[in-house]
């Protein structure tokens, strides 16, 4: 409840500092249209939330198993190039504070959100293996209401994070 | 938002009339490229690999005709199966005919995210799911995952072939079934 409400603190900021600093080239006149943010903008910070949220899952099973990176490391990049490429899909007017939108809502739920991580390599990954298939779910929640190329972007994300929870639940630990 | 609930109905569904025609027929195309392709990938494989190849050329035919399905709903002429495919390389053994369906599943992953970019709720789903499920299979055949499954597919390589092959095409003959379907 209280992370929520922060979150929804730290979109609501950015979405006044945005048209303020947009408008300050403009003189005050611009002001009395704040131009509105594109549709697609809220989809991909929840997007990004749900892959943040991913990546500190991982890091925390990494930091708990070091013996697991091998598993890990190749799907966790796959996280991180998710990341960028959803990020680049937000143009940040420099100065502005918005940037970090993903980073934010990151540190304060997901770093110390996640449930803890389970004693055994086997449960651990069964934990990670649940993680990508709730996030492959996550990322079609607005599927219908994203402009095309994001739609395509989020299914092909979702599609990669259901292989990596079949992936997970194939290695065999020893 | 209550003003003309009538027009709006119908109008995302119109809106890419023609453009879903397309993308199920290149839908279509890959389905068909699958089922004749799986037919040359499990003549080269035994045991677990060509159950898994017998499983997704049904699989891949039964997606055939539920798009068929779907064109015929709209009044378009579903694009028939060609007799013969060129393949993207020769496939004379097993390491070949398991590079030949991770490509084939590639193809067709991509083929659907095409429906994901329409503005049909509905063809948007059923092509996301269709996404996952051929990304799916071809993660099973790689043994590894991509970060853009049909997105960014990967250039199709066969799997160190030992010697030049001689035919490009390998004749086709698919596991259950004498011949692919024929066109018409």
């Given at each position: 409840m209280a992370r929520d409400?922060t979150r929804?603190?730290?979109?609501?900021?950015?979405?006044?500092?945005?048209?303020?600093?947009?408008?300050?080239?403009?003189?005050?006149?611009?002001?009395?249209?704040?131009?509105?943010?594109?549709?697609?903008?809220?989809?991909?910070?929840h997007a990004i939330t749900v892959e943040t949220r991913l990546i500190a899952h991982y890091g925390a099973v990494l930091a708990a198993m070091p013996a697991l990176a091998g598993t890990l490391r190749p799907l966790l990049a796959h996280h991180h190039d998710h990341l960028a490429?959803l990020?680049?899909?937000?143009?940040?007017?420099?100065?502005?504070?918005?940037?970090?939108?993903a980073s934010s809502a990151a540190s304060p739920s997901s770093s110390r959100s996640p449930r803890a991580v389970p004693g055994t390599p086997a449960a651990a990954l069964g934990y990670l293996r649940d993680a990508e298939n709730a996030a492959a779910d996550a990322q079609?929640a607005?599927?219908?209401?994203?402009?095309?190329?994001?739609?395509?972007?989020?299914?092909?994300i979702s599609a990669s994070e259901a292989t990596h929870a079949m992936i997970l639940g194939q290695v065999r630990h020893r | 938002?209550?003003?003309?609930?009538?027009?709006?109905?119908?109008?995302?569904?119109?809106?890419?009339?023609?453009?879903?025609?397309?993308?199920?027929?290149?839908?279509?195309?890959?389905?068909?490229?699958?089922?004749?392709?799986?037919?040359?990938?499990?003549?080269?494989?035994?045991?677990?690999?060509?159950?898994?190849?017998?499983?997704?050329?049904?699989?891949?035919?039964?997606?055939?005709?539920?798009?068929?399905?779907?064109?015929?709903?709209?009044?378009?002429?579903?694009?028939?199966?060609?007799?013969?495919?060129?393949?993207?390389?020769?496939?004379?053994?097993?390491?070949?005919?398991?590079?030949?369906?991770?490509?084939?599943?590639?193809?067709?992953?991509?083929?659907?995210?095409?429906?994901?970019?329409?503005?049909?709720?509905?063809?948007?789903?059923?092509?996301?799911?269709?996404?996952?499920?051929?990304?799916?299979?071809?993660a099973?055949?790689?043994?590894s995952t991509?970060a853009?499954?049909?997105?960014?597919?990967?250039?199709?390589?066969?799997?160190?072939?030992?010697?030049?092959?001689?035919?490009?095409?390998?004749?086709?003959?698919?596991?259950?079934?004498?011949?692919?379907?024929?066109?018409?």
């Amino acid at each position: 409840m209280a992370r929520d409400a922060t979150r929804r603190r730290v979109l609501a900021i950015g979405a006044v500092t945005l048209p303020l600093a947009v408008a300050g080239c403009k003189g005050l006149g611009a002001l009395g249209t704040p131009p509105k943010p594109a549709p697609g903008v809220a989809i991909v910070s929840h997007a990004i939330t749900v892959e943040t949220r991913l990546i500190a899952h991982y890091g925390a099973v990494l930091a708990a198993m070091p013996a697991l990176a091998g598993t890990l490391r190749p799907l966790l990049a796959h996280h991180h190039d998710h990341l960028a490429r959803l990020r680049a899909r937000l143009i940040i007017p420099p100065g502005s504070r918005a940037p970090d939108l993903a980073s934010s809502a990151a540190s304060p739920s997901s770093s110390r959100s996640p449930r803890a991580v389970p004693g055994t390599p086997a449960a651990a990954l069964g934990y990670l293996r649940d993680a990508e298939n709730a996030a492959a779910d996550a990322q079609l929640a607005h599927l219908a209401a994203a402009p095309p190329s994001l739609a395509q972007l989020l299914a092909s994300i979702s599609a990669s994070e259901a292989t990596h929870a079949m992936i997970l639940g194939q290695v065999r630990h020893r | 938002m209550t003003a003309r609930p009538a027009t709006r109905r119908s109008a995302p569904a119109r809106a890419d009339g023609p453009a879903a025609v397309a993308a199920l027929q290149a839908a279509l195309a890959a389905e068909n490229s699958a089922v004749y392709g799986y037919g040359v990938a499990g003549a080269h494989l035994a045991g677990g690999k060509r159950a898994a190849a017998v499983r997704n050329w049904v699989a891949h035919q039964n997606a055939r005709d539920a798009l068929t399905a779907m064109l015929a709903a709209r009044g378009a002429q579903p694009a028939a199966a060609a007799a013969a495919y060129e393949l993207p390389f020769s496939v004379h053994g097993s390491a070949a005919a398991v590079a030949l369906a991770t490509t084939l599943e590639d193809r067709v992953s991509a083929a659907y995210l095409g429906l994901v970019g329409l503005s049909d709720p509905g063809l948007r789903a059923f092509g996301a799911r269709a996404v996952r499920t051929a990304a799916l299979r071809a993660a099973a055949w790689r043994g590894s995952t991509l970060a853009f499954p049909g997105l960014d597919v990967p250039v199709p390589r066969q799997a160190r072939a030992p010697t030049a092959g001689r035919g490009t095409t390998a004749q086709a003959s698919p596991p259950g079934s004498p011949t692919p379907s024929p066109p018409g």
